[in-house]
């Protein structure tokens, strides 16, 4: 009797660390399937969160890129069109002031021109009085003259001829020699002007004549 007792509790040992040898296989199992999951999922959960954040910076850097591109185009078009504008109103400018320089150009030369032909006129004018107030044979000759030409030489003498006055000394000079030398019949008075130029020498028809074109 006490030998099966024996012999059963060492069976028992026996099959007591048997059953313990396997549980422990079984839990070393389970721990490095364990083991294996985990580092799995972690594996997984890195190389997820690695994606997602290339994503994300690739999508922020597309997104600044896209709006630094926008930014420089709208800089551009301002900038082009602030130099359009000035461009525009130094051209107005300009046209503007070629204008007025113009216009007082014209307005310069046209007081010029007024200013020369007013000296002209004064020159001759002057020229002319001058001439007839120290033309004193001239004026003496044209005594004579007076009393059909008019003391001014603006009257026809007998309703017939030409005004004196004012035509020029050459003219009249010549007109004088061809009374006295008889060639010269302007409305039948060719007879009545060679007796009053008949003694008249060549210097004092020259100056009557001088005498008569400043009336």
């Known amino acids: 009797m006490k030998k099966f007792t024996l012999l059963s509790l060492v069976a028992a040992t026996v099959l007591f660390t048997a059953c313990n040898d396997k549980t422990t296989e079984s839990l070393k199992d389970a721990a490095s399937s364990a083991t294996e999951s985990v580092k799995d999922a972690a594996s997984g959960a890195v190389d997820s969160a690695k994606d997602a954040a290339k994503d994300a910076a690739s999508g922020a850097v597309d997104s600044v890129k896209d709006a630094a591109s926008g930014a420089v185009d709208s800089v551009k078009d301002a900038a082009s069109g602030a130099?359009?504008?000035?461009?525009?109103?130094?051209?107005?400018?300009?046209?503007?002031?070629?204008?007025?320089?113009?216009?007082?150009?014209?307005?310069?030369?046209?007081?010029?021109?007024?200013?020369?032909?007013?000296?002209?006129?004064?020159?001759?004018?002057?020229?002319?009085?001058?001439?007839?107030?120290?033309?004193?044979?001239?004026?003496?000759?044209?005594?004579?003259?007076?009393?059909?030409?008019?003391?001014?030489?603006?009257?026809?003498?007998?309703?017939?001829?030409?005004?004196?006055?004012?035509?020029?000394?050459?003219?009249?000079?010549?007109?004088?020699?061809?009374?006295k030398a008889g060639t010269r019949n302007v409305s039948g008075m060719g007879m009545l002007m060679k007796g009053q130029v008949a003694a008249m020498d060549d210097a004092t028809i020259k100056a009557v004549s001088e005498y008569m074109s400043g009336l």
């Open 83 to 179: 130099v359009d504008s000035a461009k525009e109103k130094a051209v107005g400018a300009a046209d503007a002031l070629k204008e007025r320089a113009s216009s007082a150009t014209d307005a310069a030369s046209g007081a010029v021109d007024s200013v020369k032909d007013a000296a002209v006129a004064t020159t001759v004018a002057a020229g002319a009085a001058a001439a007839s107030a120290d033309n004193a044979a001239g004026k003496a000759a044209y005594a004579k003259c007076a009393g059909c030409h008019g003391a001014d030489g603006k009257t026809k003498a007998l309703g017939k001829s030409n005004i004196v006055a004012g035509q020029s000394a050459a003219d009249l000079e010549v007109a004088l020699n061809g009374y």
